[in-house]
């Protein structure tokens, strides 16, 4: 549940940024957008991955 957490947090820091940039023009913000959402993607990705090794493992006990 840490991962989720992190999800969570990298969002609502980014919420503010995200404002700034669609309203308001802010390309500054729209970098710090950009970046949170590389963050998400990499994290997205690695709990992809943990989550498929861990569902492998419990399928391969079960085979025993």
Same mark, same amino acid.
């Given at each position: 549940? !840490?991962?989720?957490?992190?999800?969570?947090?990298?969002?609502?820091? *980014?919420?503010?940024?995200?404002?700034?940039?669609?309203?308001?023009?802010? $390309? *500054? *913000?729209?970098? /710090?957008? /950009?970046?949170?959402? $590389?963050?998400?993607?990499?994290?997205? $990705?690695?709990? /992809?991955? !943990?989550? $498929?090794?861990?569902?492998?493992?419990?399928? @391969? @006990?079960?085979?025993?």
């Amino acid at each position: 549940m !840490e991962k989720f957490e992190t999800i969570k947090k990298i969002i609502l820091d *980014a919420e503010e940024d995200f404002s700034k940039f669609y309203e308001k023009d802010n $390309q *500054a *913000a729209g970098t /710090r957008v /950009r970046k949170a959402m $590389q963050e998400l993607k990499n994290l997205a $990705q690695d709990t /992809r991955k !943990e989550v $498929q090794d861990i569902k492998n493992k419990a399928a @391969a @006990a079960e085979k025993k």
